[in-house]
């Protein structure tokens, strides 16, 4: 089979925690031929010239090639349409592309503006499309009723519709979808990087105090992600810890606001901005903490839930979208109700007094979600039964 992908969600050079898709891309790619369009907002080459940092295209991956359009688009004005620019930006491509590879399947990650542009893209190619879902983009844009109406026509007009999650499954059917046209299908993890090492060691190497209790977020700083909240919950845990040291690994645009907000409550000695690591470093990290924590708003399959837990490091999470899917007993963490500093840091103090299994956890979670081989074939399934009409049956 030929697979067409259309996604932003790639190592698009600017942001170097998006790779860890092309591991999915990769598995893929030995099981099909694939394409990958991969397009580059024309703001953010802007930026990275004026900071004289060129972008970095890579054209040749492990197994496929990726194509990096240039497109149309302006942060926070013009969103809805976005979809439509995204289309127009990409056309020349599909057709440049379509005299060299023939496509069958075009497969899209993120629903808006992604999925919009590849489903006026399916219907110029005459191709089935599948659409996968990953979080915001199903769990928060549809708040906005322009935004829902341009969503739920993608969904509508879908061959087949990916969800990562139950939970986000049933918000996929809310917007009016028919459910035996979506299919769960979670993250992998990259089990040669995320598995458990000695802590002592791992702190060595990421240079972290060896007498502080650590405690790790990993993802952006926004508003959904509830960072604000964890870093509230910090001087109650430094009441019964004194030694606790939050890592914050991450950026975005709450960042300069987090960290005045660190300095307002003194707690300037307990939390450590570490900026953007790459993806190959954060199982140093994590194998470094005691524990991983997600204090966010809404959530998709949060991958680093997963990788933390193969790692055998406990996580400490709201209790929103697929997390509960994951962390199933508290052998494997705790769920406390989102936006709420006193239950993180109730939960951290009775973590810290507990006997975790790392071996036990990483083995349950591997064994529960597999590898990213394990979802790009899952994928491919569903594209074969896509290709033949067959979607939607079991």
Request: hydrophobic content about 45%; overall charge positive; some cysteine.
């Amino acid at each position: 089979m030929n697979l067409l992908i259309i996604t932003h969600v790639f190592p698009n050079i600017w942001e170097v925690n998006k790779g860890i898709y092309v591991r999915e891309m990769e598995e893929l790619a030995k099981h099909c031929n694939i394409a990958v369009i991969a397009p580059i907002p024309f703001y953010r080459k802007i930026i990275n010239f004026l900071k004289s940092k060129p972008i970095k295209k890579i054209q040749n991956w492990n197994g496929f090639n990726a194509h990096y359009p240039t497109i149309i688009a302006i942060p926070k004005v013009g969103g809805p349409l976005y979809g439509l620019f995204y289309f127009f930006s990409i056309l020349k491509l599909l057709f440049k592309l379509k005299k060299i590879f023939s496509s069958e399947v075009i497969l899209s990650y993120w629903v808006y503006p992604d999925g919009f542009a590849s489903v006026l893209a399916s219907k110029i190619l005459k191709l089935p499309v599948i659409i996968v879902g990953l979080g915001s983009d199903i769990n928060e844009m549809p708040s906005s009723f322009i935004n829902r109406k341009l969503i739920t026509w993608t969904l509508k007009n879908a061959d087949s519709v990916v969800s990562l999650s139950a939970a986000m499954k049933n918000e996929i059917i809310n917007l009016g979808i028919p459910q035996d046209k979506i299919m769960v299908v979670p993250n992998g993890v990259d089990e040669a990087l995320f598995y458990p090492a000695d802590k002592l060691s791992s702190r060595k190497k990421t240079g972290l105090p060896m007498e502080k209790r650590i405690i790790l977020y990993v993802g952006r700083l926004s508003s959904e992600k509830g960072v604000n909240h964890l870093i509230d919950a910090v001087p109650r845990i430094r009441d019964k810890e004194p030694d606790i040291l939050l890592v914050i690994i991450g950026t975005g645009g709450l960042l300069n606001k987090l960290m005045s907000q660190t300095k307002d409550l003194g707690i300037e000695g307990n939390v450590l901005f570490l900026g953007e690591r790459l993806h190959s470093d954060i199982p140093v990290y994590i194998n470094a903490s005691e524990l991983l924590l997600l204090p966010s708003l809404c959530e998709g399959c949060p991958n680093v839930v997963l990788e933390a837990l193969a790692c055998g490091t406990p996580v400490i999470a709201s209790n929103v979208g697929g997390v509960p899917e994951i962390i199933t007993s508290e052998d494997l963490g705790m769920l406390v109700y989102p936006a709420d500093p006193d239950a993180l840091a109730d939960a951290v103090i009775k973590a810290f007094s507990k006997k975790w299994d790392p071996i036990k956890m990483s083995k349950y979670i591997k064994h529960k979600f597999g590898s990213w081989g394990t979802k790009a074939k899952a994928i491919m399934d569903i594209a074969n039964k896509t290709k033949n009409g067959l979607a939607g049956q079991r």
